[in-house]
């Protein structure tokens, strides 16, 4: 009998470690990046007089969110970031699960410094959501972009914000305004949905055919999800 308590205690003992350093593991980059996206949306919204106004988010077709934008100049000025986009379902009245993109570009002008910002795009219309299923795309050129209006009862109301296909945004600094990302360039980032969806997938396999399941973290999805829902109510 004493035997088989040791046994039992042992088994208990050693399935409670793998619990608690399952639960202490870090988060991978790609969950990571998932949270940090949830995370920069909650507080951009958090400020009334320089958020994104909701009748701009209650029509957004697709979201897409770039935390921790590395952007470095001297004289030429390069920017680097790697974010997540979900796209809206309005037939069921949700949001996809994300998937990962990089964005590249540069801009001209007399910078110097360096400094990490957080970029927004609220995509508007389907033809700007087809530019961003494509394995690479240049904003500006092959899809029309604008500083996006703040403020949370700010309507997009000049005739470029209106035709825009994306409306972009970005925050450094706790400073939070629409900004202009010509040239910037967007990738699909087939290496990050493999890493966290199990697959190669591209960006239309997971924000429209539905085929990313059974996420590395569901929490992290689901955080994200949550905020898309409070803060993009359909119109």
Do not use: C
Not at 115 to 120: A, G, P, R, W, Y
Not at 138 to 166: H, K, L, N, Y
Not at 215 to 228: K, N, R, T
């Amino acid at each position: 009998m004493q035997t088989i308590r040791l046994v039992l205690s042992v088994a208990f003992i050693g399935a409670f470690a793998l619990v608690a350093s399952a639960q202490s593991q870090p988060q991978s980059d790609e969950a990571e990046r998932i949270t940090k996206a949830g995370v920069v949306l909650d507080e951009i919204m958090a400020a009334r007089d320089s958020s994104i106004p909701t009748s701009i988010l209650s029509t957004a077709e697709a979201i897409v969110v770039f935390p921790s934008t590395l952007k470095g100049a001297f004289i030429v000025g390069a920017q680097r970031g790697r974010g997540i986009i979900s796209v809206r379902d309005r037939a069921k009245g949700g949001w996809s699960n994300p998937a990962f993109l990089t964005i590249t570009g540069g801009s001209v002008g007399l910078q110097i410094g360096g400094q990490e910002l957080d970029i927004v795009l609220v995509v508007r219309n389907r033809r700007g959501i087809e530019n961003l299923l494509k394995n690479q795309f240049e904003v500006g050129g092959e899809a029309s972009a604008a500083a996006g209006p703040v403020g949370r009862d700010t309507s997009a109301s000049t005739d470029i914000q209106m035709r825009a296909e994306m409306l972009s945004y970005s925050r450094s600094r706790g400073l939070f305004a629409g900004v202009s990302l010509r040239g910037a360039s967007i990738r699909q980032d087939q290496d990050a949905n493999q890493k966290f969806w199990g697959s190669r997938f591209t960006t239309r396999d997971v924000v429209l055919d539905g085929k990313a399941v059974a996420p590395q973290s569901a929490d992290a999805v689901s955080a994200w999800l949550q905020a898309l829902a409070k803060y993009t109510p359909a119109k």
